[in-house]
Structures are given as structure tokens and as C-alpha cells.
């Protein structure tokens, strides 16, 4: 009997100890369906940030239609559900926003938008990198556009949706190489609330790092929101060449049993023919290589943007598993003109569930079998004892 009764608080406190995830391991709160989305966040520390919920998209729904289902919005960070979010603390729920005022190191973690009623589950998480200038390049944090030279070019200001959302008085600050830009309208034009800069008759010399800036009021605080983007000019020799834009990060962070999508993006160049697109595993085919169909290659997407043709071609991961983190992963983009490959690797992102799935039963294991072992060794003289510690 008191085997028994050890055994029970032994549990117990383990539980205790391990609290929360362990009760997460039956509970019905865990989502049947988790997506990695493949984009992930890279801002510097210090500004303010939002982070926009994916899982709308992937229901193909808006905010909006939550007031009409009985579905509920919760946010979670590395998969637990407690953290501190509110009205007067610096990170705030707004609809499908998660906000940041401002961002600080510490909020570097994975962040999943859940979305659920009483039938159905959706987990999308994204990986929200804050860093600090002085650690990271900027070819790291920088978004890439491309342009033709002897064309002028209309620069945008990417990612600031969460921004000019909810202001009306969006001015920015347009900066390259760290020097202020005059909107004098002969090579450069910003107009007012726009969040574009009018570049004139490009050449080679307007390549480099621009930096945009917005400045704002919140809640009596002025603070300063900056993306920064790398010009890359093409010569016009080279106009028709195929372009990978994305992925523009190299390493995808993704956990195991998770769906994963990463879209190749292709800028077709400026009137290039017969460009294809594909994806290659190990240097095999993706239908040759996963045979089972786990990971497999969307068909051909063409979309027409402000800049030009984009192609593209998706990788799914049914269910991410460990061997795409050992394997190499190439999108490749040729066309009449050329060539261009970039790779892609995948890595683990920590996911506590798999750690405390794998660790919980086998410290209790150890720590039964030890028990046992200890109680059969004093009291093996016990018979009844014998028989109860067996079980
Ligand atoms: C989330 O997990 C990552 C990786 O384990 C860790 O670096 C980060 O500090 C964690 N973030 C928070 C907010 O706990
Ligand atoms: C739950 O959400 C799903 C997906 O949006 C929807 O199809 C279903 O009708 C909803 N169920 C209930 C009971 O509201
Ligand atoms: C993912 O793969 C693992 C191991 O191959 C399997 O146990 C699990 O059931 C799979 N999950 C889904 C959602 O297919
Ligand atoms: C690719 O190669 C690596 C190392 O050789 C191996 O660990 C991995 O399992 C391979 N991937 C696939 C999908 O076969």
C-alpha cells in the first residue's frame, strides 16, 4: 500500500512541477490543426510592431467574421497561453493585431494565433525575431526590391499595413545610407501620406540600404517605426534574368508535426520567356525523393505586382519531420537567360510539447522503477508488499 501511496505523490508532484504542460498533454485545448506560417518577423528591438494573425488566412476569413461565428481569437507565446497581455501593459491584443510598444528583446519567441469553437481548432504560429542592429547585418533584416536600371522606380515601404490601418497621417521619412533624402521632385518624390518614394532614371549608384521612417503618437508617447530595404539595380543586359526573391531568409524555423508551406517567389525579370520554377531535396526531385507524398511542390502561380511578373512555386510539408532539418532544400529559377538557385534549410524550432511529451512518462518511469527497485530491496521480505510493488 504505501508503494502505492509514493507512487501517487510521486506523480503528483512531478505534475506539479511540470504544472501546466503536463495537464496540456490530455487537455482539449491543445489544437488539432497547427500550422508553421512561413514568414517570419524580423524587427529591431526598440520600435513598435505588430504582429498580424495568420490564421484568418488560412480560413480564408477576416476579423470581421468572428463577430457572426462563436469562434475565439487567444494568442500564445512558445505554446503557453500566459502571458501578459492587456490594455495597459506594453504588449496589447487588437483585433487581429498583436502589439508591441515597444519592442524588447526578450519578446523574441514564437507566437501562434489560435482560433477556435466548440468543433473546430486552428493554431498558426510565426517566429518574431527582435534584434539589435549592432548584432545583425543589415543584408539580414533588409527587404529586398529590385528594379531595372534607366527606369524609375516606385519604392514602397513594406510591412507597415498594421500602421497606416489605424492612422490616417502616415508620413514617412525616406533615408539611404543613412542620409535624409530631399523630396525635391527631381530624383526623388514622396507625396504625402503615401508610404512610396518616386525614384528617377535609376542607375547602378542608386543601389544600397534605404531606410524609411514613420513617426508617431501613442497613448502620449512619440515613437518611431523604420524598415529598411536593399535596392538591388539590374543592368539592362541582364533585364531578363530570373530573380529569387523569396524565401528571403535563409533558415525556416518549424516544429515537428506542423504543416509547413514556403513559397518560392520568382521576379520573371522584365519580359523573360519560358521561365520554370522547381524545388529539389537532396538534389532529387521533391516527388522522386518523398515518395509518401509528405512534402510535395505546389503547381505554378503567376501574380502581376506594381514592379512586375512574380512566379510561384510552394513547398508543403504535410507534417514537418526530423529529417527536413538534415536535408537540403533548393529552389531553383531558370529561364531563356539563366539560372538561379537558392538554398534553404529548415531547423527546429523549440517546441516544448515535443520535450515534455518525450520527458514526462520516462522521468516517471525511471523514477518508478527506481522506487521499486528500492522498496523490493527492504522489503522483499514483505509478501504482500512483493506483490503490489510487481504491479
Ligand atoms: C521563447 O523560446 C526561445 C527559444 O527557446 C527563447 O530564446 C525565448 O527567450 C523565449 N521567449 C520568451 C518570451 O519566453
Ligand atoms: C466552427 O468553425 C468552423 C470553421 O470556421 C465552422 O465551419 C463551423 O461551422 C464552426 N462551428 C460552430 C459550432 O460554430
Ligand atoms: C506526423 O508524423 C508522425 C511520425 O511519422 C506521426 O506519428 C503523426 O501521426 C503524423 N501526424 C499527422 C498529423 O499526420
Ligand atoms: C538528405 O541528406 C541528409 C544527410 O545526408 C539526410 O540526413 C536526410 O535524411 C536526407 N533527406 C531525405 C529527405 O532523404
Not at 461565428?69 to 492587456?86: A, I, K, M, T
Not at 489605424?166 to 514617412?172: G, I, Q
Amino acid at each position: 500500500m504505501k508503494v502505492l501511496f509514493l507512487l501517487i505523490t510521486v506523480g503528483h508532484s512531478l505534475s506539479d512541477t511540470f504544472g501546466f504542460s503536463v495537464s496540456r498533454l490530455d487537455s482539449p485545448e491543445q489544437c488539432q490543426n497547427r500550422i508553421t506560417h512561413f514568414k517570419g518577423y524580423y524587427v529591431l528591438g526598440g520600435e513598435p510592431a505588430a504582429i498580424q494573425c495568420p490564421t484568418f488566412s488560412y480560413l480564408q476569413m477576416q476579423y470581421s467574421d468572428l463577430s457572426e461565428s462563436s469562434q475565439d481569437l487567444v494568442w500564445s507565446r512558445n505554446y503557453s497561453e500566459n502571458f501578459n497581455v492587456g490594455e495597459e501593459s506594453r504588449i496589447q491584443a487588437k483585433e487581429d493585431l498583436l502589439w508591441f510598444f515597444p519592442t524588447k528583446k526578450e519578446d523574441t519567441g514564437t507566437y501562434s494565433c489560435i482560433l477556435r469553437n466548440s468543433s473546430f481548432c486552428l493554431e498558426v504560429t510565426v517566429h518574431f525575431n527582435v534584434m539589435a542592429l549592432t548584432e545583425v547585418t543589415l543584408a539580414d533584416i533588409a527587404y529586398g526590391q529590385i528594379t531595372v536600371e534607366q527606369h524609375s522606380f516606385q519604392m514602397n515601404c513594406p510591412d507597415m499595413g498594421a500602421f497606416t490601418r489605424t492612422h490616417t497621417d502616415v508620413n514617412l521619412r525616406w533615408l539611404k545610407d543613412g542620409n535624409l533624402l530631399s523630396n525635391d521632385g527631381k530624383k526623388y518624390e514622396v507625396l504625402d501620406g503615401s508610404t512610396h518614394i518616386h525614384i528617377k532614371d535609376v542607375n547602378k549608384e542608386d543601389e544600397g540600404y534605404y531606410t524609411c521612417e514613420y513617426t508617431f503618437t501613442h497613448d502620449n508617447k512619440e515613437y518611431s517605426v523604420s524598415r529598411i530595404i536593399s535596392l538591388q539595380v539590374i543592368a539592362q543586359e541582364k533585364r531578363d534574368h530570373p530573380i529569387i526573391v523569396q524565401p528571403s531568409h535563409k533558415t525556416i524555423a518549424a516544429s515537428i508535426g506542423s504543416k509547413l508551406t514556403i513559397p518560392c517567389k520568382v521576379f520573371t525579370g522584365f519580359g523573360g520567356s519560358n521561365l520554370i520554377v522547381w524545388w529539389l531535396a537532396n538534389g532529387t526531385y521533391i516527388n522522386e525523393i518523398f515518395e509518401d507524398g509528405r512534402v510535395t511542390e505546389g503547381s505554378f502561380q503567376e501574380t502581376k505586382e506594381s514592379d512586375g511578373i512574380y512566379i510561384e512555386v510552394t513547398l508543403f510539408f504535410e507534417n514537418v519531420s526530423e529529417e527536413d532539418f538534415s536535408t537540403d532544400f533548393k529552389c531553383i529559377a531558370s529561364n531563356d537567360y539563366g539560372t538561379e538557385v537558392l538554398p534553404t534549410q529548415i531547423r527546429q524550432a523549440a517546441s516544448p510539447f515535443s520535450w515534455y511529451l518525450a520527458a514526462v512518462p520516462a522521468i516517471l518511469i525511471c523514477l518508478i522503477v527506481a522506487i521499486i527497485s528500492i522498496c523490493k530491496y527492504r522489503k522483499s521480505s514483505d509478501k504482500k508488499q512483493y506483490s503490489l510493488a510487481k504491479y
